[in-house]
């Protein structure tokens, strides 16, 4: 088994950066990840982290997979998703729906007990693990992993859980993947602008799919497909994932566009990933049986 350490992070997903681990189609891998704070906040003490020049984001990786080529899809196998001892949050004055109402910045450490976060006395959180950040290699400048875009990124879709397929663009040769940004827990929205910010580590399979159409990226969770999109408003987000989900309806199951904006409006389910990040992310979900009724079956 391919491990990627915790010590091969970056803070862009870019196709100038080399390697930090070469695979094949088939093969698992681990990405040990840093927390969003480049694991520099250890006491509340000191909410800004104990770190000079910390890694906004960092995320690790890439891994090149070999034969995988511009224009086919990588499929990304969440195998599963261990997190380390505490959460973190923080607040940042300026930042995220409420950034105006806090006059400093203040940070939370809060212990896991079990499959729950302790937030205080009185409440204890069940964990629901999810990954933040997940692309490949974006085609022509690098893209910092604090934004969301066609390749993935920060899409901050709690809905990338153990379990659940991701489905990425190859926009250049080995596809270049890499995982960061893990989370104990996070509300859709992420309106603080962080969820319960965890290291960790993250096993996948990777595969190569060639001559396959998916809007990617695309995701199968929990008995649902969905179409994840980001843009500069949440409007354009919506809009984008959800005529890419209509436009996959009518492939998939050969559906004519009324019947499968109808279906989309019947049994559809847009979401909001996250507000707080350069650009906002939104999912438009749909339940695989819904297409499997007209014999469709995901790569
Ligand atoms: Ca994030
Ligand atoms: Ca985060």
């Excluded at 993947?177 to 992420?190: K, N, Q, R, T, Y």
Aim: glycine share 12%; with cysteine; charged share 20%.
């Amino acid at each position: 088994m391919i491990t990627i350490t915790r010590e091969q992070v970056q803070g862009i997903l870019s196709k100038e950066i080399s390697p930090a681990a070469v695979c094949a189609g088939g093969d698992i891998v681990v990405f040990e990840t840093r927390d969003c704070y480049d694991d520099g906040i250890v006491s509340e003490d000191r909410p800004m982290g104990d770190k000079t020049d910390p890694i906004e984001n960092p995320a690790t990786g890439p891994l090149y997979v070999q034969g995988a080529e511009p224009g086919d899809i990588l499929k990304v196998e969440i195998l599963d998703i261990r997190l380390k001892a505490a959460g973190v949050m923080q607040t940042v004055p300026g930042a995220g729906v409420f950034g105006g109402d806090f006059a400093a910045c203040s940070a939370r450490i809060f212990p896991i007990e079990g499959d729950r976060a302790v937030f205080d006395a009185h409440l204890k959180l069940l964990l629901d693990p999810m990954i933040g950040v997940i692309g490949t290699a974006p085609a022509g400048e690098g893209v910092t992993t604090d934004t969301p875009d066609r390749h993935g990124g920060n899409m901050d879709c709690r809905k990338i859980v153990k379990g659940s397929v991701l489905y990425l663009p190859v926009f250049v040769k080995g596809a270049l993947l890499s995982i960061g940004d893990l989370h104990g827990l996070m509300g859709d929205g992420e309106v603080l602008i962080c969820g319960l910010e965890m290291a960790g580590e993250v096993t996948v399979r990777v595969q190569v799919l060639k001559g396959v159409c998916l809007p990617t990226p695309f995701l199968y969770s929990r008995g649902s497909v969905m179409t994840i999109q980001s843009a500069d408003t949440l409007d354009e987000a919506g809009d984008l994932a959800a005529k890419a989900m209509k436009a996959f309806v009518m492939q998939a199951a050969g559906r004519s566009d009324e019947e499968a904006g109808m279906l989309l409006s019947l049994m559809g389910q847009m979401a909001v990933c996250q507000v707080v990040d350069p650009k906002k992310t939104i999912r438009m979900e749909l339940p695989l049986s819904v297409l499997e009724a007209w014999g469709y079956r995901l790569p």
